[in-house]
């Protein structure tokens, strides 16, 4: 079974930087396309705000993260990350990374993809909390 360990997360300033970790497990993390999605307190939905593609050629990024935030991945090390600059008060979230089995992840896909959607995630990692103070 496909284990997800994110890590990183902590209390920043505004404007300060973080770095999450995607540790995995379970499955040639080589197949799997990595996402960051990312739950504000009291809603139910999670944002998706970023992917890598299997190969780490592709990426996708929600707007309000586009030039703040880059996912990267080594596969060597089955780990896969999220550099966040620029921190923002509402920036603060618990951060979770997923991944999905279904092979469905192409560049083309990728590059014209407008919406990361939370119910096509197959496995779960325990969230990390980033707070951002003003």
């Known amino acids: 079974e496909v284990q997800l360990q994110a890590s990183g997360g902590g209390l920043v300033q505004a404007g300060g930087s973080l770095r999450l970790s995607c540790a995995v497990s379970?499955?040639?993390?080589?197949?799997?396309?990595i996402a960051w999605f990312r739950q504000v307190p009291g809603k139910d939905e999670r944002v998706g705000i970023s992917?890598?593609?299997?190969?780490?050629?592709?990426?996708y990024y929600e707007d309000s993260v586009k030039g703040r935030f880059t996912i990267s991945r080594d596969n060597a090390k089955n780990t896969a990350w999220l550099q966040m600059n620029s921190l923002k008060p509402e920036d603060t979230a618990v951060y979770y990374c997923?991944?999905?089995?279904?092979?469905?992840?192409?560049?083309?896909?990728?590059?014209?993809?407008?919406?990361?959607?939370?119910?096509?995630?197959?496995?779960w990692g325990k969230g990390t909390q980033v707070t951002v103070s003003s």
């Open positions: 379970g499955f040639p993390f080589s197949d799997l396309p």
């Open positions: 992917l890598i593609s299997s190969s780490g050629s592709s990426t």
């Open positions: 997923a991944t999905d089995l279904a092979p469905l992840y192409s560049p083309r896909r990728i590059a014209n993809m407008k919406f990361l959607d939370q119910y096509s995630m197959d496995y």
